[in-house]
């Protein structure tokens, strides 16, 4: 069976420190994945995507950027956080085709202060 | 642009009713809409997965149904308990941004001992 991976947990950063967000998926191959941000009182955000190594898809502007360097591995970055970055975080994965489900892992709760 | 709304915002229920929550989406051209849980602090967790080409899915004691050409949704969850106490979401995957979930604001529901 198919399991994401999501660390750290909870992380309470500075304003202007670096950020680094890791998620992992087992079980699966060649997967779709997903970045996205639930911030308070508010839906869920899509942030990035990719679709393969190397290939990520931004749909907000912002100081946050992601990578893929292995196929099951995707990364959250920032350089400088803002207090705006606050956030619960969460990655999701769906097999490689149009309108596949999406699967959720369990979140890193991001304070920045 | 795609935009998900879901009515009531909360609901709170005596334990043992059927109960009923809705969503309604903007652009009809969906490649399907999901149902997730989400309990606090905690991932998203994926209950039903409707295509666009289908009228309903089921899972135990829910129930998804889907009308693709009014833009609504409902989740049915029937003889509820305690433990059904939480968030529910629900999201559609559009035919254009196909890789992209549009989220609603999600009904936290509470069924009362």
């Known amino acids: 069976s198919q399991t994401i991976h999501q660390w750290p947990a909870t992380l309470v950063q500075p304003v202007g420190s670096p950020l680094s967000l890791e998620c992992t998926v087992e079980?699966?191959?060649?997967?779709?994945l997903y970045w996205y941000r639930q911030a308070a009182g508010r839906g869920l955000q899509l942030l990035f995507y990719?679709?393969?190594?190397?290939?990520i898809s931004s749909e907000v502007p912002q100081n946050l950027s992601a990578s893929r360097p292995q196929d099951r591995q995707f990364i959250l970055s920032s350089k400088k956080l803002l207090l705006s970055d606050s956030g619960f975080y969460l990655c999701a994965w769906s097999v490689r085709l149009a309108g596949g489900e999406q699967f959720f892992g369990p979140g890193t709760r991001l304070t920045v202060l | 642009k795609q935009e998900v709304t879901q009515i009531p915002a909360a609901l709170s229920v005596p334990e043992g009713e059927n109960l009923v929550l809705n969503c309604s989406f903007t652009d009809s051209a969906i490649y399907n809409l999901q149902w997730f849980r989400q309990d606090p602090g905690k991932g998203l967790t994926s209950l039903l997965l409707i295509q666009s080409s289908q009228r309903e899915q089921t899972s135990g004691r829910l129930n998804a149904s889907l009308d693709k050409s009014s833009g609504r949704s409902t989740l049915y969850i029937a003889a509820s308990q305690p433990g059904d106490s939480a968030t529910y979401l629900c999201?559609?995957?559009?035919?254009?941004?196909?890789?992209?979930?549009?989220f609603g604001q999600g009904t936290r529901l509470t069924i009362n001992p």
């Open positions: 999201a559609v995957r559009g035919i254009q941004g196909a890789q992209k979930l549009v």
């Open positions: 990719s679709v393969g190594i190397g290939q």
């Open positions: 079980g699966t191959s060649n997967p779709n």
